[in-house]
């Protein structure tokens, strides 16, 4: 492919952009010519496109599987186990013991994680839910008693999360030793073990979509992807997570994303650096 053959003009870059906003909300701002380029070249390539005016038609066109590896592609998939850690403090100080406190008898607790990637998130909130539990006491919570449904709109990093395998890189980013005992070793790389794993249901899903069949959660953790929307889609989707929460349910988004300003539906409670979101009554 050549040089020419490659850029991409105003006209182009405007309909990609646009496009790409309708599809996953995801914003590109000015000058940003460069991210589309490098993000989707592969995809350009391996459908023999001649210009980005074909791309942009197979994007329009309704082949569903092209668009879906456009919105994979073009999707900031980072993670890592425990990300910036003291979330995770937070959740097992705070947010676990007033769950518990507040769980109606019999009734399981529900964990929303709404962009979960690759799954090293809800996999470390299963874990650490593994090791709280123990600590909690004999009869009054088991891991049983927890579900975590884990979405995110690709459907290249459900499937991968689905599997459980981690490298070896993947699984030294972040995660504590203590937690090395939920992993065995399969060929080269280490699994998740059962139980851990089967406390999450991976599910692919588009945040701009209706939160209907989701069902009510206790607590949702929303982390690292308002960052790529505008301020009318990140509020749209926070107050649409206030309405699948109930009384005191928490909201717990990335470490560099905050609603000051943008909504007044929570109250913050700051455990340190971290800020916990709750819903509190007669706040709307
Ligand atoms: C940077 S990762 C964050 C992963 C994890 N929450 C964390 O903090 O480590 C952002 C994820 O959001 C997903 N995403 C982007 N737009 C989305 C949308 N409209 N609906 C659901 N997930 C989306 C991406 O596919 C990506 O996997």
């Not at 006491?137 to 008693?145: E, F, K, L, T, V």
């Not at 972040?174 to 005992?181: E, F, M, N, V, W």
């Not at 945040?207 to 069949?213: A, E, N, P």
């Given at each position: 492919m050549s040089r020419e053959e490659f850029k991409l003009d105003k006209k182009d870059f405007e309909l990609l952009r646009k496009q790409i906003y309708r599809m996953c909300g995801l914003t590109i701002s000015d000058g940003k010519e460069y991210l589309i380029l490098h993000r989707f070249k592969a995809l350009y390539k391996s459908r023999n496109c001649r210009s980005w005016t074909d791309f942009y038609k197979l994007l329009v066109s309704g082949d569903m599987q092209f668009k879906e590896e456009a919105i994979s592609a073009i999707s900031t998939h980072e993670t890592s186990f425990f990300r910036d850690n003291h979330p995770f403090t937070s959740i097992r100080n705070k947010v676990l013991p007033e769950l518990l406190k507040s769980?109606?008898?019999?009734?399981d607790i529900k964990i929303w994680?709404?962009?979960?990637?690759?799954g090293q998130e809800p996999y470390s909130l299963s874990m650490l839910i593994h090791e709280w539990t123990r600590t909690v006491?004999?009869?009054?919570?088991?891991?049983?008693?927890f579900s975590i449904l884990a979405t995110d709109i690709s459907g290249a990093v459900i499937e991968k999360a689905k599997t459980g395998l981690f490298t070896n890189h993947e699984k030294s980013r972040?995660?504590?030793?203590?937690?090395?005992?939920y992993f065995d070793k399969v060929g080269g790389r280490w699994q998740v073990q059962p139980p851990v794993q089967s406390m999450v249901t991976f599910k692919k899903f588009n945040?701009?979509?209706?939160?209907?069949?989701l069902g009510q959660f206790d607590f949702v953790m929303c982390r690292n992807?308002?960052?790529?929307?505008?301020d009318l889609t990140k509020v749209d989707i926070v107050h649409r997570i206030h309405d699948l929460l109930p009384d005191k349910g928490y909201l717990m988004l990335g470490s560099t994303e905050t609603l000051a300003g943008h909504t007044d539906r929570f109250a913050t409670e700051h455990m340190g650096a971290v800020i916990l979101y709750r819903k509190m009554r007669g706040i709307k």
């Open positions: 769980r109606r008898p019999g009734a994680c709404a962009a979960s990637s690759t006491g004999a009869g009054r919570i088991s891991p049983a008693d972040g995660l504590p030793a203590t937690y090395d005992k945040l701009l979509d209706s939160f209907r069949s992807v308002l960052i790529y929307f505008d």
